[in-house]
């Protein structure tokens, strides 16, 4: 089994479209937990950590629930800039971060 | 967050070369790290590199063909030796620059093809 397991998509929504993706991992000593952006042929980017009382960062909300071990995204309001592919990572034992496959989101005009 | 810079940016190599990438940082961090990441694929970590010692290897991965150095807490290099053309991927440098819940930052990537 996977450490963490992401629906690879793609997801194709239109502009203004609300759009959500879950992540599950599996080790439940999992500490940290992040949501990272990664457009075609560059590197990944933080877009956000993912706190247990969960978080927003503008169109952007981040849910943690440890009971059944999964995060999730929330993007509001869909723009075409959007479009990327979103990874979830997991962090254990201080330096081990697993990564997630990714969802493609491609956000159509 | 730290900068990180990465060169070179990409490479064509022939079989059987080696290439060195570099991973520079603007300050002081913890925590070094090299991934690859395949066509379509996820990031993979092949090491952990440790200031002063020898890296920490991930399994599948060996220091005869990836060796690692860092002789200080913001410069690491990435030696990918003899190289075939399994080893085409983009090769990533990052860095954990705080404590035990901050994330990950990478640098932008050595895109790699080997011929």
């Known amino acids: 089994r996977k450490e963490v397991e992401q629906d690879p998509g793609p997801f194709n929504v239109p502009e203004g479209a609300t759009v959500a993706f879950n992540c599950t991992y599996s080790n439940s000593a999992s500490q940290s937990f992040f949501w990272y952006r990664q457009d075609c042929r560059k590197e990944p980017k933080l877009l956000m950590s993912v706190y247990s009382s969960g978080n927003e960062d503008g169109r952007f909300t981040a849910q943690l629930n440890r009971a059944s071990q999964y995060i999730s995204l929330l993007i509001r309001d869909s723009k075409l800039s959007d479009s990327a592919t979103y990874l979830c990572v997991v962090n254990y034992n201080f330096n081990k971060f697993y990564f997630g496959s990714g969802t493609k989101l491609n956000v159509k005009p | 967050s730290a900068v990180i810079s990465q060169k070179p940016s990409r490479d064509i190599c022939q079989r059987g070369t080696s290439l060195t990438i570099q991973c520079q940082v603007d300050?002081?961090?913890?925590?070094m790290f090299w991934y690859r990441q395949q066509p379509g694929q996820s990031l993979t970590l092949i090491a952990t590199?440790?200031?002063?010692?020898?890296?920490?290897?991930e399994s599948g991965f060996v220091i005869d063909k990836f060796p690692i150095s860092r002789p200080n807490l913001t410069f690491s290099t990435l030696t990918v030796s003899n190289m075939s053309p399994e080893d085409s991927s983009i090769y990533l440098c990052?860095?954990?620059?705080?404590?035990?819940?901050?994330?990950?930052?990478f640098g932008n990537g050595t895109r790699l093809t080997v011929t």
């Open positions: 590199a440790n200031q002063g010692s020898e890296a920490t290897y």
């Open positions: 990052s860095a954990k620059t705080g404590g035990t819940n901050s994330p990950l930052h």
């Open positions: 300050s002081q961090v913890t925590m």
